[in-house]
């Protein structure tokens, strides 16, 4: 069974870093990505960042690039979320998330089928 725990969340002032994680376990990269999107409540969940698992190909929503960067060390077993430069805007909870079947990372929640319980991500101004 896969599972996906997250961690890492926490509070900052707008500026600040932060590095999320996600431990993964039971879960074949192979031929699949890896995920991080995040919702406020209230709002639709919305993709942040993907990783293609096999060569580690990305893809980041577009208000996103050059902020954050995902990462996956499969020896590890954990996938990265590196937070720069935070804004007020950012606050949300932030959940890692995985596919059954992927050629190339995207952003598009339907085929992510495994999630994480999530963490909160509050920045403050």
Excluded at 59 to 66: C, F, I, P, T, V
Aim: charged share 20%; glycine share 12%; with cysteine.
């Amino acid at each position: 069974q896969v599972q996906l725990v997250e961690s890492g969340g926490g509070s900052v002032q707008a500026g600040g870093s932060l590095r999320l994680s996600c431990a993964v376990s039971g879960y074949t990269y192979s031929r699949n990505c890896m995920g991080w999107f995040r919702q406020v409540s209230g709002k639709e969940r919305e993709g942040v960042a993907s990783i293609y698992a096999e060569g580690g190909r990305t893809d980041y929503a577009d208000s996103l690039k050059g902020r954050f960067i995902i990462s996956l060390d499969t020896a590890k077993n954990t996938l990265y979320l590196q937070m720069n430069r935070l804004k007020p805007e950012d606050t949300a909870m932030y959940y890692c998330a995985a596919t059954e079947l992927c050629f190339r990372p995207h952003l598009v929640t339907y085929f992510y089928k495994i999630w994480g319980q999530g963490t909160q991500v509050s920045v403050s101004a």
